[in-house]
């Protein structure tokens, strides 16, 4: 696993885990509304993933976009399709977005590394 991926991963499991050591009733349902909502439904979980990647690109959330990427690779996006999630972030977002988009390239291709 790349490094990338390596800290991501650790240090958003780490602070999940001190957030729910005193979470409240209501942060406890709102991260299961988050888990839950992109289960599958009437749109399939790769598709949902797609469409949170391009909402966090452009919200420009670098965590979100990481998240989201490496569920987009479990689900199997490939690479073409992430061209076009890319392209359509880019679209809606505008050049602002640009700097995440280099970014996620990058986290993006580790992922693909990992074989």
Partial sequence: M????????????KMNDRIMETANTNIKRFFALDTTS??????????????????????RCDDCIKYHLGKC???GVNHDEMNEIFMIANLVGGSIVIPHYRRAVEYWDELNEVK
């Fill in 2 to 13: 790349g490094k990338l991926i390596e800290e991501f991963d650790a240090y958003r499991s």
């Fill in 38 to 59: 992109y289960a599958e439904g009437a749109l399939d979980v790769k598709t949902k993933e797609m469409l949170g990647l391009v909402a966090s690109m452009v919200l």
């Fill in 73 to 75: 690779h479990e689900a």
